[in-house]
């Protein structure tokens, strides 16, 4: 019996059907894969062709079988092997270890990201295609959308807490206004305060339509505020566009807030009280809205509606990635710097030391620096320095052959660097001051601020700004500080003062859900990419370059870090995604370092 009769009888044996063309392609690979393990050895693995087979067949199998599940049953088509398919069999099963991890990572460009979007109306989300506009200026109508979105994913993920659902039974006495174990609350349309009286609960936005005049703002109306009698017990930083949660009583047309009530909610069906908590809400006048973490949020949405790497797109494709993810994940690591001044002699040299150090590790790590990449802002006869700078560092890079021919890297621009400054997000800095390191260094990308990186089902996202700063600047209330044990020391107070600035800083963008909750005089934005700037979901690992001290925090399973400035010290931060594995459960790994 001829090979190509009997390779297709062991198809129709199987109950699939092969087509001419598909078996003349499997032929040409059973051929390839023969010669090559006869030269390699021709006598310990006589049947590793037939291996190959049954493994074509069993993956091609369980492919139809996935198919069959997730469109109608047509028995006409489902048994027959197309040439497109056997190919597609083919390349995956020929992927090696370092093809899983290399087509793990993918970079998203802020001004390509899919936009999350929420009707309202019908209470249903969906993920826009956004591309290119060709324009990055939009129109009066954006700016409306933009706000009207920021407020309505927050006002959603409210709405579905327990604590907001309406009773349809209650057990016991509860009040009104469910002060009660088991009480429900509602929220308070900004209009209906009119002829109201008694405390309610509002959710809106903090706008000063009036210098030095703020006012609670919905999709109804707004309404003046008063805090001059309320006591503040919160975290974070408020500043005016932050969406708060507020408790207030409407007098003579003014909303006069209280003090918090912090209320547990999501009681569980055996009695138990969740871990979760309502709002801190912000006894001035206002509270942060109540957070979901990535998990749980993706459940709300939907997964093909957090796809914006669209690269998951099913469930099976998910646990297919995770897989991949448990045994290949560990190897990938990034190193990030950031404020790498290029301008300094000090800096090119120690990151040539740094890169000396990594030349050895099998894989590479992937190398991301955000800028500013100048120590000043340029002049308007800087061009051709900065050029020479990125021609200093591509010098040092190509010192490494191995480094610059499979390195990869990836450049985010800072506030100063050259290029449309001011306006977020911000596009790569300009090929014109790049084209030596693009030439030279194979793998480097120039990114946008902020950018997305998947890494398997992990996602990333690099933003270099000055945040803490900024919403020092603009915050309307000083935020709550905590009480040091040791106030004796100076140093070790302003420290631990300075880490929790950091901390506020990083609860508010993730309360919020956006990188940028600061009024647009301080903080422009292209209205029509604002949603480039959004979190939510959660990212699994948030990584700003701020100019303040290196810090991590875990807040609701995201990873918030900062590297410190490379310029001053010699700071970095060595970030793996999967660093630890324990019952299928993967857990982060980050280290700060220091070039001495």
């Known amino acids: 019996m001829s090979e190509r009769k009997r390779i297709a009888r062991i198809f129709k044996m199987r109950g699939l059907s092969i087509q001419s063309t598909a078996l003349d392609a499997l032929l040409n690979v059973l051929a390839r894969e023969k010669s090559?393990?006869?030269?390699?050895s021709s006598s310990s693995r006589p049947n590793n062709s037939n291996d190959t087979l049954f493994a074509i067949i069993d993956e091609v199998k369980e492919r139809m079988n996935q198919s069959s599940h997730s469109t109608t049953n047509r028995q006409g088509s489902n048994n027959i092997v197309t040439t497109s398919l056997l190919e597609t069999v083919v390349a995956e099963l020929s992927r090696d270890a370092k093809d899983v991890t290399e087509e793990a990572v993918q970079l998203l460009d802020a001004f390509r990201m899919p936009r999350l979007e929420f009707d309202a109306m019908r209470k249903q989300f969906s993920l826009v295609d956004f591309g290119n506009k060709g324009t990055v200026y939009g129109e009066a109508v954006d700016k409306v959308d933009m706000f009207a979105q920021r407020y309505a994913l927050i006002q959603q993920r409210i709405l579905r807490q327990d604590i907001f659902q309406p009773k349809l039974v209650t057990a016991g006495r509860s009040s009104s206004r469910g002060s009660g174990a088991g009480g429900t609350h509602s929220l308070t349309p900004v209009e209906?305060?009119?002829g109201r009286s008694g405390v309610r609960y509002l959710l809106g936005m903090i706008v000063q339509v009036e210098e030095g005049k703020y006012y609670l703002e919905d999709h109804t109306a707004q309404v003046p505020l008063n805090f001059s009698q309320a006591s503040l017990l919160t975290d974070g930083f408020v500043t005016e566009n932050s969406i708060v949660l507020v408790e207030g009583e409407a007098i003579d047309?003014?909303?006069h807030v209280h003090n918090m009530v912090v209320l547990i909610f999501s009681i569980g069906v055996d009695g138990t009280q969740s871990s979760f908590v309502l709002a801190r809400m912000?006894?001035?006048?206002?509270?942060?809205?109540?957070v979901e973490n990535r998990s749980d949020a993706i459940k709300a949405i939907g997964l093909q509606n957090t796809d914006i790497f669209h690269s998951i797109g099913s469930l099976s494709e998910l646990e297919k990635l995770r897989d991949q993810e448990i045994e290949h994940g560990q190897e990938g690591m990034f190193v990030v710097l950031s404020d790498v001044h290029l301008d300094s002699p000090s800096v090119i040299e120690k990151i040539e030391r740094m890169l000396e150090g990594y030349s050895?590790?099998?894989?590479?790590?992937?190398?991301?620096?955000?800028?500013?990449?100048t120590s000043k802002p340029l002049s308007s006869e800087g061009a051709k320095a900065m050029m020479g700078y990125f021609e200093d560092l591509t010098s040092i890079i190509c010192k490494f052959p191995n480094i610059a021919n499979e390195g990869r890297f990836v450049f985010v621009p800072g506030?100063?660097?050259?290029?449309?400054?001011?306006?977020?997000?911000?596009?790569?800095?300009?090929?014109?001051?790049t084209s030596a390191l693009r030439s030279k260094v194979k793998h480097a990308i120039f990114a946008s601020n902020p950018c997305r990186m998947r890494y398997f089902t992990k996602e990333i996202v690099f933003f270099r700004d000055d945040l803490v700063g900024k919403m020092r600047r603009h915050c309307l209330l000083d935020p709550r500080e905590e009480e040091e044990e040791d106030e004796d020391d100076n140093d070790e107070t302003t420290l631990g003062q300075r880490k929790q600035l950091s901390r506020h800083a990083i609860k508010t963008v993730l309360d919020q859900g956006h990188l940028s909750p600061l009024p647009l005089s301080a903080s422009p934005i292209y209205w029509q990419y604002d949603h480039a700037l959004r979190l939510y979901p959660f990212p699994d690992a948030l990584i700003v370059g701020d100019r303040v001290d290196q810090y991590y925090e875990n807040y609701e399973e995201c990873d918030a870090i900062n590297p410190g400035p490379f310029s001053n010290g010699f700071n970095f931060v060595v970030y793996r995604p999967i660093g630890e594995i324990q019952k299928s459960q993967t857990k982060a790994d980050v280290e700060f370092s220091q070039i001495e």
């Open 415 to 433: 506030p100063n660097d050259p290029g449309i400054t001011g306006v977020l997000p911000r596009g790569p800095i300009p090929k014109y001051f």
């Open 36 to 40: 090559s393990s006869s030269s390699s």
């Open 253 to 255: 047309g003014v909303l």
């Open 282 to 290: 912000l006894l001035w006048y206002s509270g942060s809205p109540i």
């Open 360 to 373: 050895t590790f099998t894989p590479l790590p992937i190398f991301v620096f955000m800028g500013n990449f």
């Open 192 to 194: 209906s305060l009119l």
